[in-house]
């Protein structure tokens, strides 16, 4: 079975300082993982992914992410946070034919001026 | 423009009244999936669609129905709504199953009194 583990529902940083999430996986399988972003009411709209190959991962907005194997991690940062960050960040994995994504629990960014 | 739409947005209804939300994707994707989320638990797969006339259960589908008679439309039942399907609703598509993006509608926040 997969899951997800996002550590901390919410995160508060300075503008100009780095954005990190953490994002932890469970996969019997190689996983597809993907980062998912979700402004006020909004959708959610894709950040970046992994699938296979290149472990760093770019995305959009300057957020990347690296996918690390032996700490089952996919974490996403962002040298300097910006206010229009201000959202929330799901972490999500997937696998199998089905293409199940499961999401972690959520991240509620908030950028200080 | 490519894009997934939910009807309606906002729906007040009351335990029992049989009521339908409609999803409808003009990507020619073959993947339909819908989702509630809940404040703390993230999103949450209800049932999705592998193609026209394939449909299966996903994590929470109890008390919901779906049917997929076109390619484009993945329309989501309510039976018999109850106060603890009050929910923010999200249907998504993708290409094809496997490690795609997902498409995110606009979200329909459903309240049962």
Known sequence: ?113 | EAQVTQNPRYLITVTGKKLTVTCSQNMNHEYMSWYRQDPGLGLRQIYYSMNVEVTDKGDVPEGYKVSRKEKRNFPLILESPSPNQTSLYFCASSQQAGPYEQYFGPGTRLTVT
């Open chain 1, 1 to 113: 079975a997969q899951s997800v583990t996002q550590l901390g529902s919410h995160v508060s940083v300075s503008e100009g300082a780095l954005v990190l999430l953490r994002c932890n996986y469970s996969s019997s399988v190689p996983p597809y993982l993907f980062w998912y972003v979700q402004y006020p009411n909004q959708g959610l709209q894709l950040l970046l992914k992994y699938t296979t190959g290149a472990t760093l991962v770019k995305g959009i907005n300057g957020f990347e992410a690296e996918f690390k194997k032996s700490e089952t991690s996919f974490h996403l940062t962002k040298p300097s946070a910006h206010m229009s960050d201000a959202a929330e960040y799901f972490c999500a994995v997937a696998g199998g034919a089905t293409n199940k994504l499961i999401f972690g629990t959520g991240t509620l960014l908030a950028v200080q001026p």
